[in-house]
T-cell receptor, first 110, second 114 residues
Framework: EDQVTQSPEALRLQEGESSSLNCSYT??????LFWYRQDPGKGPEFLFT???AGEEKEKERLKATLTKKESFLHITAPKPEDSATYLC???????????FGQGTRLTINP | NAGVTQTPKFQVLKTGQSMTLQCAQD?????MYWYRQDPGMGLRLIYY???????DKGEVPNGYNVSRLNKREFSLRLESAAPSQTSVYFC?????????????FGNGTRLTVT
């Protein structure tokens, strides 16, 4: 069964303090790994898709990386507006559905 | 360009009442999905429609029915609401179900069943 585990559940950082969020996954064959950002009271907003080990994607202060077992979302010099819940999801080869992790709630203090 | 629109935004039901959650998209996507999101449980798939005219069960379909009315609209019905169905419900769309296209979500319906 496909599984996604995100850690930590919650992370509190000071503004400018870089860190990483982890997404560990187990799938029979990975078709794609997706990162989303979710603000309170809103639906998840798409950030990145990663397809194969070694791939990296960047957007502003965020960089996502992928290995055969996990993905990291690196946040460099975060700002308070980066505070949100970050969700990871995987799609297996041949599957029609995404499997989501439980998310990491990130808080950036000014 | 609204993207994915869900109505209503909030709803309170009594146990045993019925209601339909509406979802409409203007993205011309083929696939549509209904998820529920509960604290500590993440997003769980209720039903999906890979294309107009088809629907399939997800992880947690019990107590729900769906209708893919046309390419734009996908509704979720609770025939007899139960407190366990208190949740935030998200509709999502996707260009193609088997490709690597991402899901696009609406802003949710917050349902409380008392």
């Amino acid at each position: 069964e496909d599984q996604v585990t995100q850690s930590p559940e919650a992370l509190r950082l000071q503004e400018g303090e870089s860190s990483s969020l982890n997404c560990s996954y187990t799938v029979s064959g990975l078709r794609g790994l997706f990162w989303y950002r979710q603000d309170p009271g809103k639906g998840p907003e798409f950030l990145f898709t990663l397809y194969s080990a070694g791939e990296e994607k960047e957007k502003e202060r965020l960089k996502a990386t992928l290995t055969k077992k996990e993905s990291f979302l690196h946040i460099t010099a975060p700002k308070p507006e980066d505070s949100a819940t970050y969700l990871c999801a995987v799609q297996a080869v041949g599957a029609q559905k995404l499997v989501f992790g439980q998310g990491t709630r990130l808080t950036i203090n000014p | 360009n609204a993207g994915v629109t869900q109505t209503p935004k909030f709803q309170v039901l009594k146990t045993g009442q019925s209601m339909t959650l509406q979802c409409a998209q203007d993205m011309n996507h083929n696939s549509m999905y209904w998820y529920r999101q509960d604290p500590g449980m993440g997003l769980r798939l209720i039903y999906y429609s890979a294309s107009e005219g088809t629907t399939d069960k997800g992880e947690v379909p019990n107590g729900y029915n769906v209708s893919r009315l046309n390419k734009r609209e996908f509704s979720l019905r609770l025939e007899s609401a139960a407190p366990s169905q208190t949740s935030v419900y998200f509709c999502a769309t996707r260009a193609e179900v088997t490709y690597n296209s991402p899901l696009h979500f609406g802003n949710g319906t917050r349902l409380t069943v008392t």
